[in-house]
């Protein structure tokens, strides 16, 4: 009876993974649902249908992020100190960060338009309407999104999409070749984790200050994210993180079971949760040595 109980448990939690997870037709529905809303802001703000859109895609998961759930706020933006509307407090990356909280989803997208004609974002408005690889890194030159690898994100949903069609009678046929994201990484390709996180594979005889180099990240944020010194020795196949880790492990993932040879760190970059996380969601002190069969908790 018991063992019927865990596999019915784990079968629930796969489907809410999956429900959580947008997949290729939750984002299809996503661009069905919005394009008319992007394409009128095109004309009222001079802002790319597609640039709307993929920022929308990237920043609520295709509308199935809880944030988005819980506020309409497409976009990911913060309050802000001049935000004089309804706040919402949620933890990702930092906790308990202040987001702008709307009553319609059409709100997120109003306030989102004229969150970019601020001063900060004026350069974005130089550029021709048709350069959505011209807006995507200048969105992140200006500084949208501290993720080192934004352009990259939305220049592919863009083309992965044909979201550039919707851009003021855009012809595919003139879309220019673009950098994808192996290109932006130099020669190295970068991987998705499940829970989102860009990561590089380490090769034989691979440096930190190698693979920095390589992808363009300052080489003491890399030391930082991956939580390592740096006299840390690289093995083949070690998992190297481009930005920083979770706070904690997503859905099905609550629990590990230590391996032989496991570490702690280890452990914290097969899931992509912060060390800190680990020691303190398993009340263990920063000196606690890992045992066999432990089991850990990672949410």
Known sequence: MLRKSKILLFFFYILIFYQLKASKQDYLDYIGAYCPLAIEIMYKYEIPASITLSQSLLE????????????????????????????????????????????????????????????????????????????????????????????????????????????????????????????????????????????????????????????????????????????????NGDIIYLEKKKIKAKIPYFKHVVKRGESMHKISQLHGVRMKTLYNLNKKSFNYLLVEGDTLQLR
Do not use: M
């Open 60 to 235: 609520s998961n295709a509308g199935k992020s809880k944030l988005t759930k819980e506020t309409n706020n497409h976009f990911g933006i913060k309050c802000h100190s001049d935000w004089e509307g309804e706040c919402y407090y949620y933890s990702d990356d930092e906790q308990n960060e202040c987001f702008r909280k709307y009553e319609k989803a059409s709100d997120s997208f109003y306030d989102y338009s004229d969150f970019l004609h601020k001063n900060r974002y004026a350069s974005l408005f130089t550029l021709n309407s048709k350069d959505y690889v011209g807006w995507a890194n200048e969105l992140q030159k200006c500084g949208y999104a501290s993720d080192k690898f934004y352009a990259c994100k939305l220049i592919k949903l863009i083309e992965d999409y044909n979201l550039y069609l919707f851009d003021e009678d855009s012809d595919p046929n003139t879309k220019k070749n673009t950098k994808n994201c192996s290109c932006i990484c130099g020669n190295r390709i970068p991987y998705k984790s499940y829970n989102g996180l860009l990561y590089i594979i380490a090769k034989k005889k691979d440096s930190c200050k190698q693979i920095a180099e390589d992808v363009g990240i300052r080489y003491e944020n890399l030391i930082r994210y991956n939580e390592i010194s740096r006299n840390f020795r690289l093995c």
